[in-house]
């Protein structure tokens, strides 16, 4: 070929590559257009923050930070992970564009507002969905369980309100379910008790605005981690002290309204290494079966109205007087003896 012709040709190569704005040139790049095109509106709606300084237009956003890209099976986008960093603004709807995304991580991005756009349904392989310590509101989505892949979902520490979408329960891959530190009201799910029909999850639900009572279902649930602390849940809590359970190792009910005698609870979760109930309104005896829990740590029964003595002959009195004062009537080792009648 005539030098001067190839000279020409490969210059109006270049120029037809870089006049491509804001669509991004596929010579020698990676990135999937829809995904590039996606990005940008992401940085835009965060109002183009120093944060995402990488995210250059006409540059390959595989290479962008923040991102990976699945190359070369797919060249998609397969996770977004913003960490902390001065931004502010929403998510974009246009997230919905990232349809190969696996990971979504959106952390400690205090002035993110709005809520989650109802266009994420459509990530139908999220697999982990991230977003905490965001002023992000509104209701927790209903569209949740349409993310089959979901196993790790973590909304801790927003400032979404409303109820528990029943719904959750219906993501049979759940390994994890961080709803802690919002504004949550109505009671806990019945359906929660259906997950013990697919993989059964570490349930996080402290630090909200819950009433009501347990539903009886969650105590034939094998959670490894219950955490119900710091609500307004009334009633009985002992059916979640369930002795068939085999991977329970940590229940916290401290903080809430609870009020049952504790006497009727006979065994307990053999596997259990934590046990919470302190600030509630439980009474009765400590029960003897608590003695059969080899593997327990950690153990706050205090500022409830249990009385009796405390049972001796196990790992009881290997805990501090703290786990076990202001009760009405307890007594015996790490407490004072109790009065002889």
């Known amino acids: 070929m005539n030098t001067h012709l190839y000279l020409l040709l490969f210059s109006l190569s270049l120029f037809s590559s870089s006049s491509i704005s804001p669509s991004l040139a596929q010579a020698a790049v990676h990135c999937n257009p829809k995904d590039y095109r996606a990005l940008l509106k992401i940085k835009k709606s965060l109002n183009n923050p120093s944060h995402l300084s990488s995210w250059i237009p006409n540059t390959d956003c595989c290479n962008w930070q923040h991102v ?10 397969s996770k977004l992970a913003i960490f902390s960093g001065e931004i502010s603004g929403q998510i974009s709807p246009s997230i919905s564009d990232l349809t190969h995304l696996e990971t979504l991580i959106l952390q400690n991005i205090t002035n993110l507002t709005g809520s989650i756009p109802p266009s994420m349904a459509n990530l139908h392989h999220l697999e982990m969905l991230w977003i905490s310590h965001t002023s992000l509101s509104g209701p927790i989505p209903n569209f949740l369980n349409q993310l089959p892949d979901l196993y790790y979902l973590d909304l801790s520490f927003n400032q979404f309100s409303g109820s528990i979408p029943p719904n959750l329960s219906d993501l049979k891959n759940l390994e994890s379910l961080h709803l802690e530190g919002n504004k949550l009201t109505g009671s806990i799910p019945e ?10 999850p570490n349930l996080y639900l402290f630090q909200n605005q819950i009433s009501g009572p347990i539903p009886k279902s969650l105590g034939d649930v094998d959670f490894e981690v219950l955490d119900l602390s710091r609500n307004r849940i009334v009633g009985d809590g002992s059916m979640l002290f369930n002795p068939d359970h085999k991977k329970m190792r940590s229940i916290d009910l401290s903080w809430n309204q609870l009020e049952f005698d ?61 786990s076990f004062i202001h009760n009405k009537c307890l007594c015996g080792p790490p407490l004072l003896p109790c009065k002889k009648f």
């Open 191 to 200: 359906s929660f008790g259906r997950f013990n029909m697919g993989s059964i």
């Open 68 to 77: 990976d890209c699945q190359y070369p099976q797919t060249n998609r986008i």
């Open 262 to 322: 504790f006497t009727k609870v006979k065994s307990f979760p053999k596997s259990l290494n934590g046990l919470d109930i302190s600030h509630n309104k439980i009474y009765g005896r400590l029960p003897e079966g608590i003695n059969g829990i080899s593997e327990l740590l950690f153990l706050n029964v205090s500022y409830n109205r249990l009385c009796g003595k405390i049972p001796s002959g196990g790992k009881l009195q290997d805990f501090e007087k703290s």
